[in-house]
């Protein structure tokens, strides 16, 4: 037999045979890195699910606190609608009556008509308590005071949550 005919063989043999160690180096190469790729995703996963715990209990502390603080208010306001109620918070009366500008001026020594005190009652007052409307503008003073310190705690509970979750996110980096 030639040995030259048996080159295109050999040189066929060689390609068939590098090919095929090519492929299966190639495919356990692929294999290895998607075995690897797995690990890394459950690792990662984990640290995330830790993260989210992590986030979780911190937003529920802050759900008691504001929960605590919001109870605190509504005692408060609970208070003050039964101290309206029995008629121990009044609107403040005017210590100096306003005269209208078109008054005359009052005749006689100014320091003892200031030391005098008016023995007439004002309109405004009498001696059984507050009236009604008096109350219920009183009871809707709180209820609207009591609704913006509501408002300003739930503010800044979430001010806060916010920034312990970006401390938290922010921690791994």
């Known amino acids: 037999m030639n040995p030259i ?8 043999a060689a390609l068939i045979a590098s090919g095929g160690f090519y492929k299966y180096g190639y495919s356990n190469g692929w294999d290895d890195r998607d075995a690897e790729m797995q690990i890394e995703i459950a690792r990662k996963n984990e640290e995330a ?3 989210e715990q992590e986030m979780a209990k911190a937003v529920a502390d802050k759900e008691t606190e504001l929960r605590k603080a919001n109870d605190v208010i ?3 306001q609970m208070d003050l609608n039964s101290a309206i109620r029995a008629g121990r918070v009044r609107f403040p009366t005017a210590s100096c009556p306003q005269a209208p500008a078109s008054a005359p001026v009052a005749a006689g020594d100014s320091n003892q008509a200031r030391s005098q005190p008016d023995p007439t009652p004002d309109a405004n007052s009498d001696a059984s308590g507050p009236s009604e409307s008096e109350r219920q503008t009183l009871e809707l003073i709180a209820q609207i005071a009591a609704d913006g310190d509501r408002a300003i705690n739930q503010l800044n509970a979430c ?9 938290i996110i922010n921690a791994q980096r």
Request: cysteine-free; charged content about 30%.
């Open 159 to 167: 001010i806060d949550a916010y920034d312990n979750m970006r401390n």
């Open 49 to 51: 699910r830790a993260k």
């Open 74 to 76: 509504s005692k408060k």
């Open 5 to 12: 005919a048996l080159y295109p063989i050999v040189i066929l």
